[in-house]
C-alpha cells in the first residue's frame, strides 16, 4: 500500500462524517467527489479500504436521487428538463438505468464516429440530408465524455477505390437500386483453394475476397448478361480472367459461392478526392483518435466499421479495440493521407462498451451496431448524434438494434451522464479499489 496522502484518512473521513448531517447540502457532495477523483487521480491513495469508497458512492446515489434532481457541472441542483426540442420524448428511467450500469468504466469504453465524412454530408457526393447538424452533438458529447465517460475514440472512414462496386456507374446503372452480386463464400470449398493458390491462411485478407456481378460471372445465362457487360467498358474483364476472383470461380455457381445483394449508390467517398476526408468541424484529437478505413476492396463493399458485407474479411477494429493490434492514427484532421500511421502503442484495457454515433443510422451505423453485438460489446446507440436517409428509416433502425438489446439513448442522457456528481464518483471509486487490488 502507498504512503498515505496529505489530503488523509481523516479528512476524507470527515467529510463522511459531515455527510450523514447534511447529505443534500451542495458542498459536501463536491467535497465527496473531490476527495474521490483527487484519490483516484493521486499517485498514491488516500482511502485505504474500499468498503468505505463504496459507502460514499452509495451516499452520494442518495442524495442525488432523493428528489428526482441531477448536478450540473456548476454544482447547481436542477429539476429534470425534457429534451432541448420539446418534440422530443425524455429516455425512460429503465433505459437511464442500463446507460449507467453500462458506462461505469471510461478505460474499457470507446465512442465510435461512423463516416462523418464530407462525402456524405450536405453538398457531398451522397449528401444524407441534415447529417450536418449531428456534428454540434458528438462535438458536445466529447467535450465532457472524453475522459471521463470513455477513453477511447475511434472514427471509421469509408474509402472506395474508383470504379468500386458499389458504385452505380460500375453497372452503367441507376444509383439506388439493388444489383445481385455473387461471392465466393468465405467459408467454402472455393476459397480453401484460393488460399492454397495464393499460399494465404485464415483469416482472409482483401487480396481473397470478392464478389461479382451475376451478369459478368463467367457463363452467366442472363440474356442481358453480354449487353450489360459491354455497357462497363471492361470494369470486370481483368476479375473474369482471374482465377481467385468470383467472376470465374463462381462459373457454373453451385457450393462454395453465396448471393449477395448489393444498393448502388452514386459513386462517393473516393480516395484521393477532396471530399473523402472528415469534416473540418468534427472534434478530433489526431494524435489519439484511433482511424479504421473501410471499403477499400474494389469488389466488395463493406458498411460495418467491423468487417465487409460478406462478413469474409475484418477490418483491424476489433483488434485494436481488444490490444491486439496496434492503434492506427492519420496525420491530418481530415484523414486525407492515403497512409495511416502507427506508433505501436495498444490499448492496455480491452474495450467491452461502444457507443454508435454518425452516418448513415440505418445502414453504416446499423451495421456497425450488429457487428459489435456479435462480437460481445455492450452497444449504445446515441440516435440524435446518428443520421439516416430517411426517418422512417432511422425509426426501423432504431427499433431493431433496440430488440436486439441495444441501448437507445440520446445526446443530453450521455452529456447528463458525464456531469453526474454520483456518476462521476462510481468512476472514480471503481478505479481507487481497481488500483488497491493490484496492490
Not at 469508497?53 to 441531477?70: K, P, R
Not at 474509402?159 to 452480386?181: D, N, T
Not at 491486439?324 to 496525420?331: H, R
Request: hydrophobic residues 40%; negative net charge; contains cysteine.
Amino acid at each position: 500500500m502507498g504512503r498515505i496522502s496529505n489530503v488523509g484518512v481523516a479528512a476524507v473521513i470527515g467529510v463522511f462524517a459531515v455527510t450523514l448531517s447534511v447529505l443534500s447540502t451542495r458542498s459536501v457532495m463536491k467535497e465527496m467527489v473531490s476527495s474521490l477523483e483527487l484519490a483516484e487521480t493521486a499517485g498514491e491513495s488516500v482511502i485505504n479500504d474500499k468498503g468505505e469508497i463504496q459507502e460514499m458512492v452509495n451516499s452520494l446515489e442518495l442524495a442525488e436521487t432523493a428528489d428526482e434532481s441531477v448536478i450540473n457541472d456548476k454544482g447547481e441542483i436542477q429539476e429534470l428538463e425534457l429534451a432541448e426540442n420539446g418534440d422530443e420524448s425524455v429516455t425512460d428511467a429503465e433505459t437511464i438505468k442500463k446507460l449507467r450500469a453500462a458506462m461505469t468504466d471510461p478505460d474499457s469504453t470507446a465512442l465510435l464516429i461512423i463516416d462523418v465524412q464530407d462525402c456524405f454530408l450536405p453538398g457531398g457526393d451522397l449528401a444524407v440530408d441534415g447529417s450536418d447538424k449531428i456534428i454540434a452533438k458528438i462535438n458536445a458529447m466529447r467535450a465532457v465524455g472524453d475522459d471521463k465517460l470513455w477513453t477511447t475514440v475511434a472514427l471509421s472512414q469509408d474509402y472506395h477505390p474508383a470504379g468500386h462496386i458499389s458504385f452505380a456507374s460500375a453497372h452503367a446503372a441507376k444509383p439506388f437500386v439493388s444489383e445481385m452480386l455473387t461471392c465466393v463464400d468465405p467459408k467454402g470449398a472455393k476459397m480453401t483453394a484460393i488460399l492454397k493458390r495464393l499460399n494465404k491462411k485464415r483469416p482472409l485478407d482483401e487480396d481473397a475476397a470478392s464478389c461479382c456481378p451475376d451478369y459478368a460471372v463467367v457463363g452467366a445465362t442472363d440474356p442481358m448478361a453480354t449487353e450489360r457487360l459491354a455497357a462497363t467498358s471492361g470494369r470486370y474483364d481483368a476479375a473474369r480472367a482471374d482465377k481467385n476472383h468470383a467472376c470465374k470461380a463462381c462459373k457454373g455457381g453451385g457450393e462454395g459461392c453465396i448471393p449477395a445483394p448489393q444498393d448502388l449508390w452514386p459513386d462517393h467517398c473516393v480516395q484521393g478526392t477532396e471530399k473523402v476526408g472528415f469534416s473540418e468541424i468534427l472534434t478530433r484529437q489526431v494524435e489519439t483518435d484511433i482511424v479504421v478505413r473501410k471499403g477499400t476492396n474494389l469488389d466488395v463493399d463493406s458498411y460495418s466499421a467491423f468487417a465487409n458485407n460478406t462478413n469474409a474479411v475484418q477490418t483491424d477494429l476489433h483488434d485494436i479495440l481488444q490490444g491486439k493490434k496496434p492503434v492506427t492514427t492519420a496525420t491530418d484532421h481530415a484523414a486525407k493521407e492515403p497512409e495511416l500511421s502507427t506508433a505501436g502503442l495498444v490499448l492496455r484495457t480491452p474495450i467491452k462498451t461502444v457507443l454508435v454515433t454518425g452516418i448513415a443510422e440505418d445502414v453504416c451505423v446499423k451495421f456497425t451496431a450488429k457487428h459489435a453485438l456479435s462480437k460481445n460489446y455492450q452497444v449504445i446507440l446515441v440516435k440524435d448524434a446518428a443520421k439516416g436517409l430517411t426517418e422512417p428509416k432511422e425509426d426501423e433502425a432504431e427499433s431493431e438494434l433496440a430488440t436486439m438489446n441495444v441501448i437507445v439513448v440520446s445526446t443530453k442522457d450521455v452529456v447528463d451522464l458525464a456531469k453526474s456528481w454520483k456518476h462521476r464518483a462510481a468512476v472514480a471509486a471503481k478505479r481507487l479499489i481497481q488500483r488497491l487490488h493490484k496492490k
